[in-house]
């Protein structure tokens, strides 16, 4: 991997770039933190092991349309601050389609008809998908204050401030940041898996970061895209469960009221048993014939992400699928340690709507306001 990291020609030392603030992580939260600190005509950078923004938001292209392999929806009625955002960036918003009946599939395999139902309070999705609201954050970024695979893998504190290694946990670091304040905007149980801290953190700080589960990072989504929304002409809303898989839940995916139309969704069988993405396919494929018809086996696309494959988001003890939504909040309760030098950010941080792009918001305003303390 090339980490466009400038070492000098020795190669005994490393350059040591410096910025007021570093942020480790270009996901929503870290590019919010970042979008504020634009605004504040700040100094700052961030640190993305990825080769692109957005972390686990994500959009796959098909004739001009991102399906989201991430994060779809988000909720006005409980989520201002997301749905304020949103609007302040330009973008618009559609409501779910949850028009008609749903299917249910038993453990048996029975297909059958069943009473849809509506989402309360209503599902929204940003026109242009959700990677939408990512380009427009990255569009109002500096793109040198962009540093993209730069995995960090220490963090030091020091008598002067913080510095930081990028590479691989293993090996020494390939280059160095200096700064005095850090944001990390990383799952926590992602952060104490992957980078190593000097001083060391507490054991029950270790501890309350490892046991805070990793949101999506179980998961693995699909989406087929069609020219025609042919369940629809069924009297069908594209809901639909079901208890033996491999698809679990699905949803209509498509675009708002134009090409293309699609069914979206997540798996149902846990991240051990999905090694095999080929078969996987060929077994989606099959069941969305027999839950809507034989055009469903037919797609022009069929999207497929598995979360607990990539490392930039999951570490092994994320592969048991999660039950129910975690109650999320600050590490142990702390949103800084080091003396204020190291924020906590990143939506499983939040007070409030962790988990949700709503809790990517609060956790990135609290980081930015706790700068200035």
Request: charged share 20%; aromatic share 10%.
């Amino acid at each position: 991997m090339d980490y466009n990291c400038i070492q000098i020609s020795n190669r005994k030392a490393l350059t040591m770039e410096k910025a007021e603030t570093i942020i480790i992580g270009g996901g929503l939260s870290g590019l919010y933190a970042a979008f504020l600190l634009s605004q504040q005509n700040k100094e700052y950078l961030i640190l993305e092991a990825r080769d692109r923004t957005g972390g686990r938001i994500l959009g796959l292209e098909h004739e001009g349309f991102l399906s989201d392999m991430g994060p779809s929806w988000y909720w006005p009625d409980i989520h201002p601050q997301i749905a304020a955002l949103i609007n302040d960036l330009g973008l618009s918003g559609y409501m779910q389609y949850e028009e008609g009946h749903g299917r249910f599939q038993s453990s048996t395999g029975e297909v059958n008809t069943v009473r849809g139902y509506k989402t309360e309070p209503p599902s929204w999705r940003i026109q242009g998908g959700i990677p939408a609201l990512i380009s427009s954050l990255t569009e109002n970024i500096p793109k040198e204050n962009i540093r993209l695979e730069h995995p960090v893998c220490r963090i030091e504190k020091t008598a002067s401030g913080i510095i930081i290694g990028v590479g691989d946990i293993e090996k020494e670091p390939v280059c160095r940041f200096s700064a005095q304040k850090v944001i990390l905007a990383l799952p926590p149980r992602l952060a104490a898996s992957t980078i190593l801290f000097t001083p060391e953190l507490s054991h029950a700080l270790t501890q309350e970061m490892l046991k805070t589960g990793t949101w999506m990072a179980g998961q693995a989504k699909f989406c087929v895209l069609y020219n025609e929304p042919f369940w629809r002409d069924f009297g069908l809303s594209g809901q639909g469960f079901s208890q033996c898989g491999p698809i679990g839940e699905f949803h209509d995916g498509s675009n708002n009221d134009s090409q293309p139309y699609g069914l979206m969704g997540f798996l149902g069988i846990p991240a051990v048993r999905r090694n095999n993405e080929k078969a996987l396919r060929s077994f989606m494929l099959e069941q969305l014939k027999l839950m809507f018809g034989d055009q469903a086996g037919n797609p022009s696309a069929l999207f497929y992400k598995d979360w607990a494959a990539e490392k930039y988001t999951a570490t092994e003890y994320d592969q048991p699928p999660m039950l129910e939504h975690p109650l999320y909040y600050p590490p142990a309760g702390k949103t800084s340690i080091w003396e204020g030098s190291l924020i906590f950010a990143g939506t499983e941080t939040a007070e409030y709507h962790g988990g949700y792009m709503e809790g990517a918001v609060i956790a990135a305003k609290r980081s930015v306001a706790l700068l200035k303390g």
